[in-house]
Every structure is written in C-alpha cells, then in structure tokens.
C-alpha cells in the first residue's frame, strides 16, 4: 500500500475516533444535564433524555469500533452521517425559532462538521484501498 494511502487510512481513524470522543462526551452532558438542567423534567421526561443520551454513547462505540477496523462496519457510519445532519437541522431549526440557545446550535454545527468527514470517509475509503 502507498505511503499517501495510509497516511489517510490513519486520518480516517483519527476522525472516527475523535467523532466517537465527541458522542461520548456529549452523552455523558446529556444524561447529567437530564438531572441538572431541568429541575421540572417529569420522569417520562427524564426516562428520553437518558435514553437518547444511550444511543449517542452507543453511536460513539460504533464509530470508535470503525475507527479502530476502518474495513467494516460502514453502515454505523452512514446512520451516523443521516444522524448528524437531523441533529444539525433540528438545532439550527429550534435557535431560530427560540428555543434553544447559541451554545446547542454550536454542537449542531460540529455535528454537521462531523457528518461532512464521515461522508469524505465513506466516498473515499474504497479509492484508497485499490
């Protein structure tokens, strides 16, 4: 394999690895901020928070787990991109209506960041494997 070649195999992990700190880090506030920030959460409430928090932390794995076998496991990654993206949306939509604030269309925006390298990473990997 080219020397270019694996310099971007090891840029590929590097992105999915930092992708996967990102998503664990954001669940971890999540599912503190489930307690803190909204002292009136009802338990129903509360019970989505924390579990929209699992499945950020269980999108982290996953692209931990890519990262670490960039050959497989490529579908995680697409969900994760079509995830992102929603999130970006949701955010960006919710800011401009008033809802949430500057610092939540922030973590829209680096997930939007991420969703554009993990689809650099997806259109790419193939070429650099031949």
Not at 25 to 45: H, T, V, Y
Request: hydrophobic share 60%.
């Amino acid at each position: 394999m080219r020397e270019e070649n694996l310099e971007k195999k090891k840029y590929y992990m590097y992105i999915l690895i930092i992708g996967a700190i990102w998503n664990i880090i954001i669940s971890l506030l999540i599912f503190l901020g489930s307690f803190f920030a909204n002292p009136g959460l009802n338990e129903l409430g509360l019970v989505y928070y924390q579990m929209f928090s699992m499945v950020v932390l269980l999108f982290g794995i996953g692209y931990y787990l890519v990262g670490r076998d960039l050959e497989n496991n490529h579908a995680v990654i697409s969900l994760g991109v079509i995830g992102k993206i929603l999130v970006f949306i949701f955010m960006l939509t919710y800011y401009i209506l008033g809802v949430v604030d500057a610092m939540s269309l922030v973590i829209g925006i680096i997930d939007f960041i991420f969703a554009i390298l993990f689809i650099e990473f997806l259109v790419n990997f193939k070429k650099i494997q031949k």
